[in-house]
């Protein structure tokens, strides 16, 4: 009885070593010509071991400083008005429903990195860059005050509520950008 399950067993070792031999000679294949592999027309990249050094008394340090940075923005309405729409799914800023013509003030200090129309229903545009990354949008405006590269600051209008693009009534259209994402303004403006 243990001789037959003897035999059978050496037999799936032998052949399980026979199977492996050719993926052995295929893997040093591989290694040796690593720089020539191409799949679909694309070099692949093989990692190479990591080396550990000897020495493990080295220690590790990371030197950097993380320190608060001052926000741009001062707090304040943009214009003298209400929140009609807030931030959510598809509309990515507040509106601010004000009268036709009301004044519209930059969010903190920056530089106009455009002053426009926008055919996407933004209508007359400023993008005012900020420090860090940071940029404000006000859409919708009636006339526009600044130019490109203009340097700003929340006292000078930067232009007037008005109709223009997609729009039910008149408002600024307010958005922040932080980095290439959108946040919700209403945490920089005061409460109404």
Known sequence: M???????VSKLILIGVLALM???YASKAIASNRDKVVVNGHKILVAQAAT??????????VDQVIEAKKSPFEFHMPVNGYTSQGFYGYHNGVDIAADF????????????AFAGFLAEGHGNTVVIEHENGLQSLYAHMD?????????IDSQRPIG?????????G???HVEIIDNGIHVDPAGLLPAN
């Open 22 to 24: 050719p993926l052995s």
């Open 2 to 8: 243990i001789r037959p399950r003897l035999r059978l």
């Open 160 to 168: 007037t509520v008005g109709l223009t693009g997609h729009t039910t």
């Open 170 to 172: 008149p408002h600024v």
């Open 52 to 61: 550990v050094p000897n020495n493990t008394d080295e220690v590790n340090n």
């Open 101 to 112: 013509g009301s004044p519209i003030h930059a969010l903190g200090i920056g530089k106009i």
């Open 143 to 151: 006339k526009i005050y600044v130019g490109v590269g203009d340097q």
